[in-house]
């Protein structure tokens, strides 16, 4: 009844009002109050301050320098597979894809070719493919990398809600992560084909960047806008390498990878609420 409430309640509250309030909030030099909620919130979740490139609280400006912190150097070893995991959360679900549905929670499935921005074309490339949706919880890094060397091909931004994205809503509110405010990443690969990663917001998601966008910070939200925005990339020889940055959130969500059918095989180990860290193997090719 609790879960059924506090679904219902998203519903009703001013998501992109608390949003907007949230990113502002998050973006203030406060001196001694943004070290007090920075130490609150390390507490509050449990943050492994020893694992951040700066491990002082008191060196963070804004709670966004803190929340987007960088991790040391030898914080998080690639494994030498073919594709690995790239953020540190959980795995909400994952599995293959059929008649362009994904499975979201029991009950519930979203649209691939709504989940891309309603490109029908990008969608059917991913057919009979694979899908793995990993959850980042409030104590988690929050910088994306890549689980395998990719070339940007076009980046695209689909205005949304701001649901949250943690289980409890997934499990309470159909489409969700077709139906929230994302950033559609698609990449090609010599050795892999082509593959997308999805970064969905969230409530009080400020902001989403990635590292090779050309505004301040790599931001591409705010500006929040009305209708669909698209980046072409097909002659700008962007290529990143596994296990390199390609993404952050200023605050939590989640990351939705979509790759092409015959392209591997999850890792045994991976399985739906299973804690995961950046680096380890994600998969295998077939």
Not at 35 to 44: L, M, P, Q, S, Y
Not at 100 to 119: C, E, M, N, P, R
Not at 184 to 197: K, P, Q
């Amino acid at each position: 009844m609790q879960t059924n409430i506090a679904v219902l309640l998203q519903y009703a509250l001013p998501k992109q009002a608390i949003t907007a309030l949230a990113g502002k909030l998050a973006n203030l030099q406060a001196g001694q109050f943004t070290t007090a909620v920075i130490g609150w919130f390390v507490k509050r979740y449990n943050v492994n301050m020893a694992e951040a490139a700066e491990p002082d609280i008191s060196t963070y400006k804004t709670f966004n320098d803190f929340f987007t912190r960088p991790l040391k150097a030898d914080a998080r070893p690639l494994a030498n597979a073919e594709f690995i995991c790239p953020v540190d959360g959980a795995i909400s679900q994952l599995g293959d894809i059929k008649n362009d549905q994904i499975f979201q929670a029991k009950g519930h499935a979203y649209s691939t070719t709504a989940l891309v921005g309603g490109d029908k074309n990008l969608a059917k490339k991913f057919e009979n493919g694979h899908f793995a949706c990993l959850y980042l919880s409030p104590k988690d890094y929050h910088r994306i990398h890549m689980p395998c060397d990719g070339t940007l091909k076009t980046m695209t931004y689909v205005p949304g809600a701001l649901f949250s994205v943690n289980p409890t809503t997934a499990q309470g509110v159909p489409g969700l992560f077709a139906r929230n405010e994302r950033v559609v990443c698609e990449f090609e690969s010599a050795e892999h084909g082509r593959f997308i990663m999805v970064l969905v917001g969230a409530t009080i998601v400020g902001s989403m960047a990635t590292t090779w966008h050309d505004s301040e910070n790599g931001i591409i939200n705010p500006p929040r806008t009305s209708h669909i925005r698209v980046w072409s990339y097909q002659n700008q020889n962007i290529n990143l390498k596994q296990g390199d940055e390609m993404g952050k959130f200023f605050l939590g969500s989640t990351v939705v990878m979509l790759f092409e059918k015959n392209t591997l095989v999850f890792n045994k180990a991976w399985r739906a609420e299973r804690v995961i860290k950046l680096g380890e193997i994600m998969a295998t090719k077939i």
